[in-house]
């Protein structure tokens, strides 16, 4: 439990909260545009009580990843 615990600390550490805009639409900060390396097109997922934007490429490894060890 103290790994999973450390890990999810460390993962959220980088998370901002943002506001909708009057059209329902929100800004992702230049910070985290850079850190994801995000460009024209993004994949968005739900994560639980959250979702995440990533870039395709990436996205496509973590789901292999996740589907090969886990015999999905």
Known sequence: ???ARYLRRYLF???EETLLDMQGRFVISK???K???LKKE???IGAGD???VWKP???TK???DINEKNNF
Do not use: R, T
């Open 42 to 44: 993004v994949v968005l």
């Open 62 to 64: 973590v789901l292999k």
């Open 57 to 59: 490429e990436n996205w």
């Open 13 to 15: 550490s980088g998370a």
């Open 31 to 33: 910070s985290l545009i």
């Open 50 to 52: 959250h979702f995440e």
């Open 1 to 3: 439990e103290k790994d």
């Open 35 to 37: 850190y994801a390396d």
